[in-house]
């Protein structure tokens, strides 16, 4: 299995929120109701918003490729003092074999290259089998935040921080 971790470029975005859209309608009817997923896939997971991010708010995206075909993603971003993983997504047949481990490990080489000490992310506190993910690759739940989306909808979310 041969795992490639590829910068998304701006004739990709395109492709990035089909790969998106896919993986988030497969995964989060556990958490969210369809109304929800559909308006946060448009509001952070669009072709449009995902532009927005990169030109505008400091993103990089990155699919995870194996064997040739795009079985996830992750987004990043970079703070004044920690890098930001914003979204770390894989195809429900590759979850579990050790893709996130590897994406992880990139992400943190994306941070160490940047000069960062911490990386932070924001989870749905209700996503137990992620949480116990980031736990496990050491990060440390630091706070909790509830975030107006805007539609009446809510992120209930743990802020989780992990230190290089």
Request: aromatic letters at 16%; charged letters at 25%; glycine letters at 6%.
């Amino acid at each position: 299995m041969e795992i490639l971790f590829n910068k998304v470029e701006q004739n990709s975005i395109k492709a990035l929120a089909e790969l998106a859209s896919e993986i988030w309608h497969e995964f989060f009817p556990c958490l969210l109701t369809a109304e929800q997923i559909d308006y946060m896939v448009d509001k952070f997971q669009s072709e449009k918003a995902m532009q927005k991010q990169v030109a505008d708010e400091n993103y990089t995206y990155y699919f995870i490729n194996i064997d040739g075909q795009n079985t996830g993603y992750f987004g990043i971003a970079d703070r004044e003092e920690y890098l930001f993983l914003s979204k770390l997504y894989i195809k429900k047949d590759y979850r579990h074999k050790g893709v996130g481990t590897l994406a992880f490990n990139k992400i943190k080489e994306i941070a160490k290259e940047h000069g960062y000490s911490k990386i932070k992310l924001t989870v749905n506190k209700y996503n137990t089998n992620t949480i116990n993910a980031y736990n496990k690759y050491g990060f440390k739940t630091v706070a909790s935040a509830e975030t107006d989306i805007g539609s009446g909808f809510i992120m209930d979310d743990y802020i989780m921080e992990y230190t290089l």
